[in-house]
């Protein structure tokens, strides 16, 4: 089992940034990605971002490119997002992923199905 914590969430203002980390804990050793993703009131949990631990491929959302930065830390066991440039639609509650799943095709990153371990999630508000 793996356990991830994220921490980081807070109410800013827009054009603020913001750091999200996500630590985490247990059966580390065979992560092969962790991810981002967001759930906005009323809509489906989407995909902001993700990094395969070792050859530390990035995968972002296409509306937060150029604003939001995914890295990991392998010897904290941790995940980072970046993020500036802040927007309203930013707005979520922002849930961190593990996979143990290797894949060659980046786009698999991108789906919740192919994350098994979930945090709890941290909420990023963000005002005009």
């Known amino acids: 089992q793996v356990k991830l914590t994220e921490s980081g969430g807070a109410m800013v203002q827009g054009g603020d940034s913001l750091r999200l980390s996500c630590a985490a804990s247990?059966?580390?050793?065979?992560?092969?990605?962790m991810g981002w993703f967001r759930q906005a009131p009323d809509k489906e949990r989407e995909f902001v971002a993700a990094i395969t631990w070792t050859s530390r491929n990035t995968y972002y959302k296409e509306a937060v490119k150029g604003r939001f930065t995914i890295s990991g830390d392998n010897d904290r066991n941790t995940v980072y997002l970046q993020m500036n440039s802040l927007r309203p639609e930013d707005t979520a509650v922002y849930y961190c992923?593990?996979?143990?799943?290797?894949?060659?095709?980046?786009?698999?990153?991108?789906?919740?199905?192919?994350?098994?371990?979930w945090g709890q999630g941290t909420q990023v508000t963000v005002s005009s």
């Open positions: 247990g059966r580390t050793f065979a992560t092969a990605a």
């Open positions: 992923a593990a996979t143990n799943l290797h894949y060659r095709i980046g786009s698999y990153y991108q789906t919740s199905r192919t994350y098994s371990y």
